[in-house]
């Protein structure tokens, strides 16, 4: 007789009782936030650590610094097969801040953790070899993100105070990966972190300091009343950087909304100190040898430029003439429109770019 095929009940976490642990995580586009699932499976097969889902060379490395900091708190991967999927699929994904998140999918699929609370929380962070949880950029936008999906959000113990101030959201600032494991066991309580200020630099450069130049002073005190942009020619010597130098003491402090659209930009491209919002107007100089893509923003994973990161504050251009052509062309667009789109085959990235561009040059070469 024909055996009997009877249905299989459908597991807990995936269909024909195969057991798929789910951890939330980011990917970033421009200071956007784009969700993640990492999906994490162990299943009968030779002993392979594979990782799927369009990964980076960064992401791809995971897996030597995950079984690393598995090792260094007594645990060892299954001689079985693991499968690690990053979905969506077809989204490219860049940055160290994935082995967190596959470690944590790791975890609860050995039960280790729980799965119940896990699915709770969008994660991010490095892991050393040691099982250390370090820095990664990003932070900010990612603690908004979650806010928004009604999670709470785990991160590496310097950046909690960045992450705080997303308010609204359950905030882990782990410093390994040890503490968060014990935080989910009951053995150890990880204290919500506060949100962290950037210490109000009050000695920094003042008008007051320059000593005659009346008409220069004059002049300074008009385009930062006025948001104005700003060209100053003199010969070698006269002032000029020194004068630009002090326009951001003029203008006035950013106010709690520019404060955080301001250190997302930081955050995004890895600038922001010790997990701390910015308090005071940016005041990028970058020198004539700057690149197209340095000034206003590219490269491989589309970084934010120095008209970004000047975003709300100062642009300064010293030696004016000495800047190629073409960079000088590309600011047309961000002194317009406010914003800068950096196109390249693999991304289309927009950031926000409102900045005062103050420029010096000398009278001849």
């Known amino acids: 007789r024909p055996p009997t095929i009877a249905p299989v009940a459908a597991g807990p976490r995936g269909h024909n009782g195969i057991m798929v642990a789910r951890v939330a995580t980011v990917a970033f586009q421009g200071i956007e936030v784009l969700e993640v699932d990492v999906q994490v499976q162990i299943g009968a097969g030779m002993p392979v650590f594979a990782l799927v889902g369009l990964p980076d060379k960064a992401v791809g490395e995971s897996r030597e610094r995950v079984r690393a900091a598995l090792g260094a708190i007594g645990l060892a991967l299954p001689p079985k097969r693991i499968t690690v999927n990053l979905a ?31 699915a709770g929380y969008c994660a991010l962070g490095e892991l050393g070899l040691d099982g250390r949880v370090t820095a990664v950029a990003g932070v900010l936008p990612a603690a908004i993100g979650a806010s928004a999906r009604g999670l709470g959000l785990i991160c590496p113990e ?40 950037a210490e109000d630099a009050g000695g920094g450069p003042d008008l007051r300091d320059i000593k005659g130049q009346e008409t220069a002073k004059r002049a300074l005190e008009v385009a930062a009343s006025g ?5 100053m020619v003199g010969p070698p010597g ?9 326009l951001p003491g003029l ?7 520019e404060a ?3 250190s997302m930009i930081h955050s995004v491209a890895g600038q922001l100190a ?7 107007r940016p005041f990028r100089d970058p020198h004539h040898s700057a690149s197209l893509a340095a000034l206003v923003g590219g490269g491989l994973r589309a970084r934010p430029g120095e008209v970004s990161l000047a975003h709300l504050g100062v642009l300064f251009l010293d030696e004016l ?31 926000p770019a409102r900045f005062q561009l103050v420029a010096a040059m000398n009278p001849c070469r």
């Open 88 to 118: 969506p699929a077809d989204l490219l994904k860049e940055g160290s801040h994935f082995d967190l998140p596959i470690a944590l999918g790791l975890l609860t699929e050995m039960g280790v953790l729980p799965a119940e609370e896990i």
């Open 158 to 197: 310097p950046q909690g105070g960045e992450a705080a101030w997303a308010g609204g959201l359950e905030v882990l600032a782990a410093p390994s990966l040890l503490a968060l494991v014990n935080h989910f066991k009951g053995s150890q309580v990880l204290s919500p972190p506060r949100p962290a200020l």
């Open 227 to 231: 948001a104005h942009n700003l060209l």
């Open 238 to 246: 006269s002032g000029k950087s020194m004068l630009a130098a002090r």
């Open 251 to 257: 203008l006035p402090p950013l106010s709690p909304a």
């Open 260 to 262: 955080l659209e301001v």
């Open 274 to 280: 010790g997990g701390r919002l910015l308090r005071r």
């Open 321 to 351: 003439p000495e800047f190629q052509r073409p960079t000088l062309e590309a600011l047309r667009q961000p002194i317009e429109t406010g914003r800068v789109m950096v196109a390249r085959a693999n991304a289309h990235v927009t950031y």
